[in-house]
């Protein structure tokens, strides 16, 4: 109960100090494990997490909020395949869970079985109609697969719940783009920029936008805001930039003549915590199109508090880039699999 109230207060530092006293006492506890583990997931100490929740699971292999957690882990490094067979696990107990059908959606979507993931993810939906963070996954699945009406719907249902975050507005303005709705997306763009101050990709998505419409003064005042919050970047941490980012960049630079003290790294690998996808965007000047609008975002998985505001710290391609972590030498119960490609309806008839 005390820990519950530091909570309550905000208090996270002493709220892990009294469930730490607390698991000393009841070392089995695997509610207690659980919890502490989630408070090490939020504070981003994947390691004492990963510890946590797996002890948590060693005593109650079933236990719901620790498997999802671990599986959120599993996720946010590219695991897919081994998310999925933590989520099997829990699937047949707690059928009519949103939280644990957003990540199979997603897991899906990282494996590129678009139509499997818009399955789960409208199933969770339907249990969760309020939910921002599923609106959110599907609103970027059908921008991946270039349906942007179906996109601008579920983004523009995702800003009505969560109004303060700013790649909704971005993601809005790309499907407006496709749509053929510039002023719009300028607009919705114009919001992004004064909402989110620290992701580059903003601004340099709405340099593409107004260089392909021929304004070259709006698009080089961008492309600078985006070179500022670059190199903040890089004085803070070492942040792993998508490739994919870096070259639209370098060409966006090379067209306004401008960035060559912008020194980029370019990773060699995408990076396995961002879920990306790369959307035409369309000019009605007669200037050539630079290139691509890019859509960058990021695939939101539930893990600890489900149903609270998931506190979105900065970074460079996504909202809340997640550490990779290491997978939990973990292994699913016998007999409790399905196979990867099965939709919600299917996952129904074994039952």
């Given at each position: ?19 730490k ?31 946590h ?22 996720q ?15 699937a ?70 969560q109004?303060?975050m ?49 304004d070259?003064?709006?698009a ?5 805001e ?45 990076s ?15 200037q ?64």
């Open positions: 109960m005390l820990g519950k109230i530091h909570l309550l207060e905000g208090e996270m530092e002493k709220a892990i100090e009294v469930y006293k607390a698991v000393e006492f009841s070392p089995e506890n695997a509610d207690l494990l659980t919890t502490l583990g989630l408070l090490y997931l939020q504070l981003g100490d994947y390691q004492k997490a990963f510890e929740l797996g002890n948590a699971l060693t005593y109650d292999p079933g236990n719901y909020k620790a498997t999802l957690a671990a599986g959120s882990m599993m946010a490094h590219g695991d897919f395949d081994v998310a999925l067979s933590k989520y099997r696990v829990i047949s107990t707690v059928p009519e869970s949103p939280p644990l059908w957003n990540n199979i959606g997603m897991c899906f979507f990282g494996k590129k079985k678009y139509i499997a993931a818009i399955s789960c993810l409208k199933r969770a939906n339907y249990l969760a109609p309020f939910d921002w963070k599923i609106l959110y996954n599907l609103g970027l699945v059908h921008l991946t697969m270039q349906q942007y009406a179906s996109a601008f719907h579920f983004l523009s249902a995702a800003i009505n719940f109004p303060k700013g790649e909704l507005y971005m993601l809005l303005a790309v499907a407006l783009t496709n749509l053929g709705d510039i002023e719009n997306a300028k607009r919705s763009y114009e919001q992004a920029v004064a909402l989110d101050k620290c992701n580059p990709l903003v601004n340099l998505n709405y340099a593409v936008l107004l260089y392909n419409q021929g070259k003064k709006g080089l005042c961008q492309y600078q985006m070179e500022k919050k670059v190199n903040a970047l890089k004085e803070s941490s070492t942040p792993d930039f998508d490739p994919e980012m870096v070259e639209v960049a370098q060409k966006m630079g090379a067209a306004l003549q401008v960035g060559e003290s912008l020194v980029w790294t370019k990773s060699s690998k995408e396995k915590s961002k879920q990306k996808a790369a959307l035409s965007g369309k000019s009605s000047s007669t050539q199109p630079l290139g691509s609008n890019q859509a960058l975002g990021q695939a939101m998985s539930s893990a600890a508090a489900y149903g609270k505001t998931m506190q979105l710290p900065s970074g460079a391609g996504a909202p809340a880039p997640l550490a990779k972590s290491p997978s939990l030498p973990l292994e699913p119960e016998a007999g409790s699999e399905i196979s990867p490609e099965e939709t919600p309806e299917q996952l129904r008839k074994r039952k």
